[in-house]
């Protein structure tokens, strides 16, 4: 059995879903267009830049969680789904996803976007397993927090490693397959066919430095495949 890992956002997708759910809120006015946009794209270019403090970013976009209820969000959710994220969702993706589920492979979605935007896109996809940036709860609404490790950069490592860990399931995978984007941003890529040899290593180590067992795993080209760092990002 194997455990396919796909990044979320110009991967499955061929665009961002953060920066997507932005531009929604903007369009239809729920927040107030110019100063949020401003501030949206900002954050997007620090992010692309690799200077993002996820920190300030994670409070200026939840802060409208803990403004409306559960359901005009959810309203809000299902329109957003329809004009941002089905026309993006790539047709090479879902037959990826489809050829890793017909093997048998366990799915999951690693991503730094919040859960209250990418539960939904990994429902649909199919995937259930997912490991995102929490969105903090209480009494049945959100907060406008976050909560738990932010799953970005190092700390999509970390989630990864304690969701084996408690799962106990590290010894059951032969084969990981990391499913990341590209870095030039054109969208999906295959990562499994990756020739970048020095960011296979790299990424490789890094994993086997964090997860525990991963020594055990029956290896060719590490973990069997070509791994590449960018679901890290």
């Known amino acids: ?52 403090d996820i920190q300030i970013y994670l409070n200026f976009c939840l802060a409208l969680l803990g403004e409306h209820s559960q ?22 993706a879902q037959a990826l996803i489809e050829r890793h589920r ?31 940036t929490e969105c903090e709860r209480s009494e049945g609404r959100y907060t406008g927090r976050t909560t738990d490790i932010p799953c970005f950069r190092d700390g999509k490592v970390t989630r990864l490693e304690r969701w084996l860990l408690e799962n106990n399931t590290m010894q059951d995978f032969g084969q990981l397959y990391d499913c990341g984007d590209s870095r030039n941003g054109r969208g999906y890529k295959d990562v499994t066919n990756s020739t970048d040899a020095e960011m296979v290593a790299a990424r490789f180590a890094e994993v086997e430095r964090r997860v525990p067992r991963a020594t055990s795993l029956q290896m060719a080209d590490p973990w069997g ?6 679901w890290l990002n």
């Open 1 to 52: 059995m194997s455990l396919a890992i796909f990044d979320l956002d110009n991967t499955l997708l061929g665009g961002d879903s953060d920066h997507a759910w932005g531009e929604f809120i903007v369009a239809h006015r729920i927040v107030d267009p110019e100063q949020y946009q401003a501030r949206n794209d900002q954050f997007f270019h620090d992010y692309l830049a690799g200077k993002l």
């Open 71 to 92: 359901e005009q969000l959810d309203a809000w959710h299902a329109q957003f789904m329809q004009e941002k994220i089905l026309p993006i969702v790539l047709p090479k």
């Open 102 to 132: 017909q093997a048998g492979d366990t799915l999951m979605i690693i991503t730094a976007t919040n859960r209250f935007i990418t539960g939904p896109i990994a429902r649909h996809l199919g995937i259930d397993l997912l490991l995102a």
């Open 225 to 230: 495949v070509a791994i590449r760092s960018s």
